[in-house]
């Protein structure tokens, strides 16, 4: 809190200097008057009533910009912290970005193949599309996103025009290391900009971190015209940082403590992804967050569902009957997978496959839970190939090697194998001529 | 008046507080600084006022100026508004394009309609006839399907004095002048810009109206038939009238916004105002693609013809966000008052009650439930309440459906925008997480689902459907309502150990589930169904039921039943029939009755 201020302008940035020596920036969050409460990024520490000397820069918070910015890693606020010097910057820009107007953009419809079965089959990334993975501690969610990232455009050859912004807050300096290793294996880090607020940061500039990586990424797509992959990394870190702040400032909670704005907040992020006319490029978002005590009612993983464009669910029992990637496929889903999949897109049966998993899946966990009860000896015959399936669902199609890159094709054909355990009478989310094409019986034995 | 003006004296967030001034009015449009955001006053005290800002407030100072406009954030009604698409405050988003590009800059300023366009004009009145509120002076054709009335507005009353030819015209033309008469502004709250005795008033094709200001109407009449829809678990088991008010809650994922979609798609009102609320940017894209290409079943036009989108993100101003809902239904009661059936989609309520709660945040008010302010309740059934059905001044037939999508916090009902909606309106769909597992759309629950028109509609269903088609809607929800009773056994011991009696209520269960209450968005003729065709499925359905049941009478068991096709080809009914040859239904009857000779003869 600061008095006596002339003329200071709202979310201007300030710069705080410590007994003449060190600096530190501030960003202005309110004015009252001649008084303006101050949110100082890194943190408060040696600051006093006496010691520091306020400027006001007049402009709200900036990164520097150009295409060097592949292949360097920066701060949480864009200082490159690589040890490679300054950015020669082409252009500075407002991290605080500014909404696409609806009317400006393309829906977005070309299918990203992962090389994962139960998201190239089952929920669909679609270019310029915002795709979080729900998680909880100790889930392999980062190595989800490093297979995504390896296999969604770096394998195949065709790097040209694809480059990956990694923005981490307030994660683990072995995640952080995890991730730029794996970049380094798959020969991908001159093409990734990463921007890192790990654990020790100070948690104001968490609230930046993932401005300053959009920014970054809006830049190269919509001027550079590259195809963006944008990692954020973990946004509960992120709401809790608001949280942290919120409550400091005194301001009236509303669920679990968090802010009333928590939406708005999370929205302003997120719908930073998609494509826009007459901009060759896309921003695609996959934010990664953990789930506080695996409840995905709990308000961050809750208000981000209704942002994002689906979500991709990651479960503790599947993890735990050693299936990998562990996604439960009910609660999973893409939005925009219906648009972008089937005749002209992926495989005209696509469409009516998946359904038909999902619909017979969910049978599924009806048939367990009575088998709980009556034992699995006692179900009828039908119920029992509905177990072999969802055992076979789980082991085969949704369980995949780490390195493995499966094709779509291989993928769709792997459903219908699968699906041939259950008697033809029971797929009633097929149409008849797509069965007649694509049906056939199979034992357990075939696997 | 932009000698009367305020200083800035604090911000917080989109909250101003404004010294120095102290003529502003309550609800009063302000601009804010030399770029001339647009913001509204909230609060007036002796040495302070408080207002909102619809607009990014980075970078405003204290001491900016705030000018008073003197009058209501008021939307411009007139043709041109049909096909457009608006942000939160009525800014056309293809002008703010060619404005400021790809991304939205701050203090735009266009016109909310096209000023320049010229209109061909139809006169209806003459000099001399006398004008009274929402008289019809004239018309032009808005759209292919549309036309758009030329009305007097609600707070004039007199004698025309001078009408113009048949012509083209643009909005800036007055096209007649009214001398009005002095009993005029007693009959209406008198609004800002109310005309004084004896003055003559130009009319013309545009007008203007505050947002929160309920246009009047002659009378409120009973909801009296249904909004038709082509949704068979809508129109069959939980219908709405035309005129009434639905709710659709539902956990993210559960398809609010896909049924709101096949609402404005294919429900049989003139006019669909949609709004979205806080929601998803590339979905307001893909209504505007997907609508510009569809053809309305009825009028064969583009949909884009009848319809207006109002698009206020979630990543654009949330104070603006608030307004939205307002302008939508401004916009709606103003085609209502031309006596067109207007439907208004507004996804979701509860971004617009979080912005209520974000904005109450700020103003440091006393919070109630949740964080929600305490007004939240009023707020919401004063909304609510612009719905229904009417006479309008002109005397003409009319109605305002409200049909609003509802994402409460953690898909739990109890949060306090699901229950104090659920108080102000008569239909709810609930969206069910476990039948969206499943992939089964539309994922209404049919057992905590309700329409409480049923009763008022009765004798239009008589008149224009038959007189059984209460009784099988009953029927059918019957068999539902038996299928949930037996499921708790069959969790616990299978359906294997059931009497025949009960897992033909299964199976008929089935039937209707797979065959009747889902319904295929993405399929050619599944997407919408004439109402023909509903009563017609439900009857096949039903007639199965009851030969079923004759033939389990005589102890013929399940497994004899199910060793015939009969009942997956009932259920792809809906795939293997096209809305035009309901002819071919009569067979399945048919085929039914042959089955059970069949049956009847080997078994029995």
């Not at chain 1, 699995?376 to 090697?401: A, V, W």
């Not at chain 1, 259950?422 to 094409?437: G, M, N």
């Not at chain 2, 997956?568 to 039914?592: F, P, T």
């Amino acid at each position: 809190m600061l008095e006596g201020v002339e003329n200071p302008a709202y979310d201007e940035v300030v710069e705080i200097k410590i007994d003449g020596g060190k600096s530190k920036k501030g960003r202005v969050v309110q004015i009252f008057g001649d008084k303006v409460a101050i949110q100082v990024f890194e943190g408060t520490d040696e600051l006093s009533l006496h010691n520091t000397i306020t400027k006001f820069t007049g402009r709200p918070m900036e990164i520097k910009l150009s295409e060097e910015i592949l292949g360097r890693v920066f701060d949480g606020i864009g200082r490159p912290i690589d040890g490679m010097g300054e950015i020669y910057a082409e252009c500075r820009r407002d991290i605080n970005g500014k909404a696409i107007n609806p009317v400006s953009r393309i829906y977005p419809r070309n299918f990203i193949q992962t090389g994962i079965s139960a998201i190239d089959g089952l929920a669909t990334l679609i270019r310029g599309q915002k795709l979080p993975i729900f998680s909880g501690n100790g889930l392999p969610h980062d190595q989800l996103a490093a297979q995504l990232v390896r296999q969604a455009s770096l394998g195949g050859g065709a790097t040209e025009g694809f480059a990956v912004v990694f923005a981490a807050m307030g994660v683990k300096y072995d995640v952080a290391d995890f991730f730029r290793r794996t970049f380094e294996e798959s020969g991908a880090i001159e093409r990734v900009a990463m921007f890192l607020n790990l654990a020790n940061d100070p948690v104001v500039e968490r609230l930046a971190t993932p401005r300053a990586a959009l920014t970054a990424a809006e830049y190269l797509a919509y001027e550079k015209g590259m195809h963006i992959l944008v990692i954020l990394t973990d946004m509960t870190s992120y709401a809790e940082a608001l949280r942290e702040i919120s409550s400091s400032r005194g301001e009236i909670p509303s669920r679990k403590g968090y802010p009333g704005y928590l939406y708005s907040e999370l929205a302003s992020l997120f719908e930073r992804a998609g494509i826009v006319r007459n901009g060759k490029g896309s921003v695609t978002q996959i934010p990664i967050l953990t789930m506080p005590n695996d409840d995905i009612t709990h308000p961050v993983p809750d208000l981000t569902g209704y942002i994002t464009e689906g979500q991709i669910v990651l479960e503790r029992s599947v993890n735990q009957k050693g299936v990998y990637p562990p996604i439960n496929i009910l609660p999973s889903l893409s939005r925009l997978m219906k648009d972008g999949i089937g005749k002209g897109y992926t495989r005209e049966d696509h469409p009516d496959l998946a359904n038909q998993i999902f619909s017979s899946y969910a049978h599924v966990s009806d048939i367990r839970a009575l088998a709980s009860v009556i034992g699995e000896d006692e179900l009828s015959d039908i119920d029992k190939r509905y177990i072999q399936f969802g055992s076979l669902l789980e082991t085969h199609f949704i369980n995949q090697n780490k390195y493995e890159n499966r094709g779509i094709s291989q993928t769709i054909q792997l459903g219908w194998d699968i699906l041939g355990v259950l008697p033809r009478s029971e797929l009633d989310r097929i149409a008849t001529d797509t069965l007649d094409k694509y049906y056939h019986p199979m034992t357990m034995s075939d696997f | 008046m932009k000698d009367e003006f305020g200083v800035i004296y604090g911000i917080n967030g989109p909250i101003l507080s404004v010294s120095g001034y102290d003529g502003y009015k309550m609800s009063e449009m302000v601009l804010i600084g030399e770029e001339g955001l647009i913001g509204e006053v909230i609060g007036i005290e002796a040495e302070k006022s408080t207002i909102q800002v619809f607009e990014d407030t980075s970078g405003l100072r204290p001491g900016a100026p705030v000018f008073s406009t003197g009058g209501q954030l008021s939307v411009s009604l007139g043709p041109g508004m049909i096909g457009n698409i608006f942000d939160g405050i009525q800014r056309p988003l293809k002008s703010i394009e060619k404005d400021s590009g790809v991304f939205i800059s701050r203090g735009v300023h266009v016109d909310s309609l096209d000023m320049d366009r010229k209109w061909s004009l139809q006169t209806l009145a003459s000099e001399g006839d006398q004008a009274f509120p929402g008289m019809v002076i004239a018309q032009v054709k808005e759209t292919e399907s549309i036309i758009c009335r030329i009305m007097i507005p609600p707070d004039i009353r007199g004698v025309i004095k001078s009408i113009v030819p048949d012509g083209s015209y643009t909005l800036r033309d007055a096209i007649a002048v009214v001398e009005v008469s002095a009993s005029a502004a007693q009959e209406f709250e008198p609004l800002p810009d109310s005309p004084s005795k004896f003055e003559l008033k130009e009319i013309r094709m545009v007008q203007k109206w505050p947002i929160r200001v309920p246009r009047p109407v002659d009378k409120r009449k009973i909801v009296d038939r249904p909004l038709i829809t082509g949704q068979r678990i809508i129109d069959t088991l939980f219908p709405i009238g035309k005129g009434g008010m639905a709710a659709i809650p539902g956990g993210f994922g559960t398809g609010k916004t896909m049924t709101q979609h096949q609402l404005a798609k294919w429900s049989d009102a003139d006019i669909i105002v949609y709004i979205g609320c806080g929601e998803r940017g590339n979905e307001m894209t893909e209504v505007l693609e997907d609508f510009s290409e569809l053809k309305d079943p009825r009028t064969k036009r583009a949909l884009m013809d009848r319809t207006i989108l109002i698009a206020n993100t979630s990543n654009m101003p949330v104070a603006a966000r608030e307004a939205s809902i307002y302008t939508g239904i401004a916009i709606a009661e103003f085609y209502r008052d031309m006596g067109y059936h207007v439907a208004i989609m507004a996804d979701s309520t509860s971004r617009w009650a979080e912005a209520l709660r974000e904005l109450s945040g700020r103003l440091e008010e006393m919070p109630a439930e949740e964080g929600f302010p305490a007004y939240l309740a009023s707020r919401l059934s004063s909304f609510y309440e612009r719905a229904g059905s009417v006479t309008t001044l002109s005397g003409a037939d009319a109605s305002v459906t409200i049909i609003g999508a509802v994402s409460p916090q953690g898909a739990d009902f109890s949060e306090p925008v699901t229950q104090n909606t659920k108080r102000f309106v008569r239909v709810f769909w609930a969206l069910d997480r476990s039948l969206a597992y499943a992939r089964h759309f539309p994922a209404i629950q049919w057992l905590t689902s309700y329409s409480e028109y049923l009763d008022d509609m009765e004798e239009w269903y008589r008149d224009n459907v038959g007189s059984d088609f209460l009784a099988h809607r009953q029927s059918i929800l019957k068999i539902l309502y038996e299928e949930s009773e037996l499921m708790e056994i069959v969790k616990l011991i299978g359906s294997d150990v059931l009497p025949d009696s009960q897992r033909l209520t299964l199976e008929m269960a089935r039937v209707i589930r797979l065959g009747f209450v889902q319904q295929n968005a993405y399929h050619m003729f599944d997407t919408y169904v004439p109402f023909a065709k509903q009563l017609k499925m439900m009857e096949i359905i039903l007639h199965l039921n009851e030969t079923c049941w004759k033939l389990v009478k005589l102890g013929i068991s399940m497994n004899v039943l199910k060793s015939e096709d009969i009942f997956e080809r009932v259920i792809a009914i809906k795939y293997n029939v096209g809305n035009d040859d309901l002819d071919k239904l009569e067979g399945y009857i048919s085929d039914i009755d042959d089955f059970y000779g069949r049956l009847y003869e080997k078994n029995a």
